[in-house]
C-alpha cells in the first residue's frame, strides 16, 4: 500500500547547540539525499550562544534549512509546535539537534509512513549511560500518567517520530498554550506505529532539560490530560467525613450513655488540625487547575518570533480525522 508520498520536512529544535547542528545537517542530508524533496527547518530556542549565526549560515549555504529563533527561551515543547506550524511537508519528522535520534532511522520512520501510517513514534531503549535521576524521573513519569490519564505512553516515549500532514493539522488546531505534545498526538488517534531504537550519547555541550525543566513537563503532562487530581480531593472529603461521622457517633455515644470524663482536648486539636490539612490539599488542587484557566482565557500566542529566513504563509486542507480508521494505541 503504497499510497503516501511528497515532501518530507525535519524539524530540530535547538538550545545553544552551536557545535552540534553543522554536524546534525551534514548526517542528515547524507540520509535524506535519496528522498529528494525534504527541508530542514531549525527552531532556535532563544539560544544565548552562536547558534543564530550558524543557522543563518547554514541555511545560505543549504537550501533545502530553514530556521526560526525565537526571542527568548521558550521551551523545547513550544520549539516543536513552532516547528509544526510552520513545516511545509506532507510527513513531519522531529528530532533533537544533539544527535541522540538518530537520523539512520530516518528512512525507517519514512518507510512505515509510505505503508501508510499516520504517526511514526519511537520508544527509546533503556540507556544506562543516561544518567540516573533521567532514567527513573522517566519511567515514574510515565507510570503515574497512565495511571491518572486515559493515555497509553510507553517509558521512554520520544519526541522522536514522524507525523502526517493531517495529524499535523489536527495538531494546529489545539488552541491550549500548554499543549503536552506527546499526550495530545497519542490522544489524536489515527493510525499509529510504534519502533524502537536506541538512543545514541549526546554529540556535543551537555543536556538542556534541567531537573526543574523536566518536573514542569511532568506537571503540565499530568494537569493537561487528566482531572483525576481533582476527583482525589473529592475522595479525601468522603473518608474524611466519613471519619467524622464516626467519631461524632462516639461523641455522642460516649456523652448519653457512659460517665466517661470529657477528654476532648487532644481529639479537638487532631482534628481540626487534620481537616486543616485536608482542606489545604483540596484548594491547592482547585487552585492549579484554576491557574491553567486563567493561562488559557488570555489567548496569548504561544510563542514569539524574533527572526526567520522568510517565511511565506502555507495553504493547508484540513481533512477530518473522523473519516480516517483509528487503531488504538494498545
Ligand atoms: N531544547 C530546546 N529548548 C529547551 C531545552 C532543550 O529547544 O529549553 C532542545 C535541545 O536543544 C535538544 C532537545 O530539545 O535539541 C532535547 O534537549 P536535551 O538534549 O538537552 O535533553 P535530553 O536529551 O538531555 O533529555
Ligand atoms: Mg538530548
New binding site residues.
Given amino acids: 500500500m503504497t499510497r503516501k508520498k511528497g515532501m518530507i520536512s525535519l524539524i530540530?529544535?535547538?538550545?545553544?547547540?552551536e557545535e552540534?547542528l553543522p554536524v546534525l545537517v551534514h548526517r542528515v542530508r547524507a540520509v535524506m539525499k535519496p528522498y529528494g524533496n525534504f527541508e530542514i527547518l531549525i527552531?532556535?530556542?532563544?539560544?544565548s550562544d552562536q547558534t543564530r549565526y550558524v543557522l543563518r549560515q547554514l541555511s545560505q549555504e543549504y537550501e533545502e534549512v530553514r530556521f526560526i529563533s525565537f526571542s527568548r527561551?521558550?521551551?523545547?515543547q513550544?520549539?516543536?509546535r513552532a516547528g509544526y506550524d510552520h513545516a511545509r511537508g506532507d510527513a513531519v519528522i522531529c528530532?533533537?539537534?544533539?544527535l541522540?535520534h538518530p537520523p539512520e532511522l530516518i528512512p525507517t520512520l519514512i518507510d512505515k509512513w509510505r505503508e501508510g501510517y499516520d504517526v511514526v513514534y519511537t520508544v527509546r531503549q533503556e540507556d544506562p549511560r543516561?544518567a540516573w535521576h533521567?532514567r527513573l524521573t522517566s519511567k515514574y513519569f510515565y507510570r503515574l500518567l497512565r495511571r491518572v490519564s486515559n493515555l497509553h505512553l510507553e517509558d521512554g516515549a520520544a519526541?522522536f517520530r514522524l507525523l502526517d500532514r493531517k495529524v499535523v493539522d489536527t495538531l494546529k488546531q489545539f488552541k491550549e498554550n500548554d499543549l503536552f505534545l506527546r499526550g495530545a498526538i497519542s490522544w489524536v488517534g489515527f493510525r499509529q506505529c510504534r519502533i524502537l531504537y536506541e538512543?545514541a550519547a549526546?554529540y556535543a555541550?551537555?543536556?538542556?532539560?534541567s531537573l526543574s525543566?523536566?518536573l514542569k513537563l511532568a506537571a503540565m503532562g499530568i494537569t493537561s490530560f487528566s482531572t483525576r487530581p481533582l476527583y482525589l480531593s473529592v475522595l479525601l472529603g468522603f473518608i474524611m467525613s466519613l471519619f467524622a461521622t464516626l467519631f461524632g457517633l462516639e461523641v455522642v455515644y460516649e456523652k448519653y450513655f457512659t460517665d466517661a470524663t470529657v477528654s476532648g482536648w487532644t481529639s479537638l486539636v487532631l482534628l481540626s488540625v487534620l481537616i486543616g490539612g485536608v482542606q489545604f490539599i483540596m484548594i491547592g488542587i482547585i487552585g492549579v487547575y484554576l491557574g491553567k484557566t486563567f493561562v488559557e482565557v488570555k489567548q496569548r500566542p504561544a510563542y514569539i518570533i524574533g527572526d526567520t529566513d522568510e517565511i511565506e504563509e502555507t495553504v493547508t486542507t484540513w481533512e477530518n480525522p473522523a473519516n480516517e480508521f483509528y487503531s488504538p494505541l494498545t
Fill in positions: 530540530v529544535p535547538a538550545y545553544n547547540e552540534n527552531v532556535d530556542d532563544g539560544s527561551n521558550f521551551g523545547h513550544m520549539a516543536l528530532l533533537d539537534a544533539d541522540q543516561l533521567k519526541d538512543p549526546r555541550g551537555h543536556s538542556k532539560y525543566k523536566m
